[in-house]
């Protein structure tokens, strides 16, 4: 059970520094710092946030692989590794400020070539440790032109004093299979770190939370076009009149479907809301899809959790 019955969270709608992971990270760290003193024990960041999110590959026609391949190039650059020094910087806040943090990254796949991204979450705990990470399992259309799916290895929750957390990023929430997955390890708060910014996206977060009967933390960048470098040939594609790149929208939510904070459009702000767990743990009563309302005689998930590495050594042949 957790120790900490009540506590605040906060969603960090605020845009990156495009693509400058080191200028990002220290905006993350002084937002971080900032929803801790507000009070803060969970503070989540959107879905790419460092650098940034590669936007370009909605607006960018598939036949201009100049821009592309350019494009991702620098994403690559700009990207981290985890473990690695960026993630340190974040460690090392995290610990300063006695908080937790879930934050969205472009991660390489270090452990291969170190020339193909993840969509990763990184989970932080208040200790400065990582506590691990999620890497989006499907990215959805033009994404595939940036991103590597992830694996089963990484589909997992975090024991906390505040409870259960996890978590899954974007539209692979519209994965039954997925966030059962994460409903059948007991996550009572649930990170829906995104890009989409739509109304029926918090119509998601509230199903979401009350079907799973947990608290759903959906978060989201809000950038205005503006704050894209004129150097970057594709932010020519993008309407003229058009003020922002992506409003945000995010919201938390609570164990009904109930709106606790958000949703906020249209500009950068930390939002907050109180936790109640004993609530939580209550609202199971009604429903517990991943318990007594689980039917597992009639229906049952396999979930492949093993790490797809790029290199398995064959095994040693038979002595004779």
């Known amino acids: 059970m957790p120790k900490a019955k009540k506590f605040t969270v906060a969603a960090a709608q605020i845009a990156p520094v495009f693509m400058d992971r080191a200028a990002t990270i220290d905006k993350a760290c002084e937002t971080l710092a900032e929803a801790a003193a507000n009070g803060a024990k969970l503070v989540v960041f959107p879905e790419a946030f460092v650098p940034s999110y590669p936007d370009w590959v909605w607006v960018t026609p598939a036949i201009r692989a100049d821009i592309h391949s350019s494009m991702y ?6 990207s981290v590794t985890v473990p690695g020094p960026d993630v340190d910087k974040l460690c090392r806040a995290a610990k300063k400020n006695k908080c937790y943090v879930v934050i969205g990254v472009n991660e390489r796949n270090a452990d291969a070539s170190g020339t193909s991204l993840y969509n990763t979450l990184v989970y932080i705990d208040d200790k400065g440790k990582v506590m691990g990470i999620h890497r989006k399992l499907m990215p959805t ?3 595939r032109l940036v991103w590597t799916p992830g694996d089963g290895s990484t589909l997992e929750v975090f024991d ?3 409870g259960k957390l996890g978590g899954l990023i974007c539209w692979e929430n519209y994965m039954p299979l997925a966030r059962y997955a994460m409903y059948a390890q007991g996550v009572q708060i649930y990170v829906a770190a995104t890009w989409d910014s739509a109304d029926s996206w ?3 977060l509230r199903h979401i939370a009350k079907e799973g009967r947990l608290y759903v933390i959906g978060c989201c960048i809000a950038m205005r076009r503006d704050e894209i470098p004129d150097r970057y040939e594709f932010k020519s594609l993008y309407p003229p009149d058009g003020e922002w790149v992506n409003v945000g929208n995010s919201a938390i939510v609570g164990p009904d479907g109930d709106l606790l904070a958000g949703p906020v459009t249209a500009k950068e702000e930390i939002l907050y809301a109180e936790i109640d767990i004993t609530r939580q743990l209550g609202s199971r009563y009604w429903l517990d899809a991943a318990g007594h309302y689980a039917r597992p005689d009639v229906f049952q998930l396999t979930v ?8 398995a050594d064959a095994p040693e042949p038979p002595a004779e």
């Open 73 to 78: 190039a620098e994403l690559l650059d700009q």
């Open 304 to 311: 492949n959790r093993r790490a797809n590495a790029m290199i």
């Open 160 to 162: 906390t004093p505040y």
């Open 141 to 143: 259309a033009a994404e």
């Open 202 to 204: 918090v119509a998601t």
